[in-house]
């Protein structure tokens, strides 16, 4: 343990604490010309920085240019980080209700993308709400979803997210071996990645995790780590988050006057700022020291407990939250319904495709085959454009998922690799059909031929028998 905690301090002290405010415009401008999506998102995903924790404002105003960029371009991408840029900036400003709408749209854009990486970004921006809001099953389910889908993305970083944000709800709800798995994870990917903006959120986990385990020494090392990459920054929300931590850690240890100072510090670091709600939980903490020894501060701690928490969980809001969830749910579902429908009836036109090439290869064969009457050429030429037909749609229905995923539904894209397909198709028709023709005339010869010859044995044994008599 001794040796990872001394690689977490060099790694604080080689790397920058975060980078300058990020170039938005400049960022754009890359993002609207470049062709190629993995690399769009990687542009778009350097667009996170230390504002997208931070500052509300700065978020909605990206979100916004970035709106108006993405309906110019008809792009999902684009559309769905505007939209999570949106529904964060909201979320900060503590406005649940306007953030969640604005993620299920990110979600429902990113779906329509087929990008994995953007789509775990768009959950694991919407599973922040639920774990706000305390609803951690939600918030749990969304994470993982998220890193399943970042697993299988091309993005590095995004990878990362979800299981920092596993690392802290799992945290919260006790499940230690879970926490650490996660948060180490997540560490290692910051490494491999070389970021640092979320590592003051990450050992504070860590810090969470080792005072629930009773290593007192190195919790506090953890969360001091947290203060200090702060220090020097305006994310005055991780100040919050590591000084109720360690608020919260000298209280399991009954060092009361320690946690008094930190939970002040917590509050004070979110005072008349649009992050105000935070303040609910050392508030609490505050309300139930003072309770029994010093009445005028329960009722002031108590007020902010109570004015921070009703900010984030009133009756009202609840009702649209639990409203909006259930809707999200509701599309997810009958998205799912809709795409088992729309493969079982593309197995079910793909069996139809088979049998008609089925029906119209054997009744072509036999018609070449046969022996017993003269087939027209013309009709052999139409069964064949037939077969054509249904192989070629066989094709577009076996291929059509494939050639929406590589294309991202660009009807330009599709209509050129349909061409491309008729392109090979139609010259192997022509052979086909040459080489059936070709058979087709030499078995009517054959079929003639024998007509002819039996037809001269006949008048040739008429005329003997004519001659006997």
């Avoid at 905690?5 to 405010?21: D, E, N, R």
């Avoid at 087929?114 to 951690?136: C, P, V």
């Avoid at 009133?314 to 749910?329: A, G, R, V």
Wanted: hydrophobic share 40%.
């Amino acid at each position: 343990m001794k040796k990872i905690i001394a690689l977490f301090c060099f790694a604080v002290c080689m790397q920058t604490a975060f980078a300058q405010k990020t170039n938005v415009d400049s960022i754009l401008q890359k993002v609207a010309v470049e062709k190629d999506d993995d690399k769009k998102v990687d542009l778009l995903v350097s667009l996170i920085s230390a504002e997208i924790n931070n500052d509300p404002e700065w978020c909605i105003e990206t979100g916004l240019k970035l709106l108006n960029q993405s309906r110019k371009k008809n792009s999902n991408i684009e559309m769905t980080v505007a939209y999570s840029f949106l529904g964060q900036g909201y979320r900060l400003f503590g406005n649940n209700i306007k953030a969640l709408d604005y993620h299920h749209k990110a979600i429902a854009a990113a779906e329509k993308s087929g990008n994995l990486s953007i789509l775990a970004f768009a959950e694991n921006q919407t599973a922040h709400i639920y774990k706000d809001r305390q609803e951690y099953d939600k918030a749990i389910d969304l994470y993982l979803s998220s890193t399943a889908h970042a697993d299988k993305g091309n993005n590095e970083k995004v990878k990362g997210w979800g299981p920092l944000n596993l690392g802290g709800v799992y945290l919260i709800v006790d499940k230690l071996d879970s926490s650490l798995m996660y948060s180490q994870r997540a560490y290692e990917n910051s490494l491999k990645v070389n970021s640092v903006i979320s590592n003051p959120y990450l050992f504070s986990n860590l810090g969470g995790v080792q005072s629930k385990l009773g290593n007192a020494q190195l919790a506090v090392s953890y969360y001091n780590m947290a203060i200090k990459q702060s220090i020097g920054t305006t994310n005055i929300r991780y100040f919050n988050i590591a000084y109720t931590g360690l608020a919260e850690h000298y209280q399991r240890f009954n060092q009361l006057d320690s946690c008094i100072f930190y939970a002040k510090k917590a509050i004070a670091a979110v005072n008349n700022t649009s992050f105000f709600y935070l303040s609910s939980k050392p508030a609490q903490l505050l309300t139930d020291i003072y309770e029994k020894v010093n009445c005028d501060s329960t009722l002031k701690y108590a007020k902010i407990f109570k004015i921070a928490a009703d900010s984030l969980n009133s009756s009202k809001n609840n009702q649209q939250i639990q409203l909006m969830t259930f809707e999200e749910d509701l599309r997810q579902q009958e998205l799912a319904a809709e795409k088992i429908k729309e493969h079982e009836e593309r197995q079910q036109n793909l069996q139809y495709a088979l049998i008609a090439f089925g029906i119209i290869t054997l009744l072509s064969l036999y018609l070449l085959l046969s022996r017993s009457f003269i087939t027209n050429t013309k009709l052999i030429e139409f069964f064949g454009v037939v077969a054509l037909l249904i192989v070629f749609e066989f094709l577009n229905l076996l291929l059509h998922p494939f050639l929406e995923r590589v294309t991202h539904h660009s009807p330009i894209l599709m209509l050129l690799a349909l061409v491309c397909i008729a392109a090979l198709l139609v010259p192997l028709h022509h052979r086909v059909e040459k080489w059936a023709t070709a058979k087709l005339v030499e078995k009517n010869k054959q079929i003639r031929l024998a007509a002819a010859k039996k037809t001269i044995r006949l008048l040739s044994d008429e005329q003997l028998e004519g001659n006997k008599n």
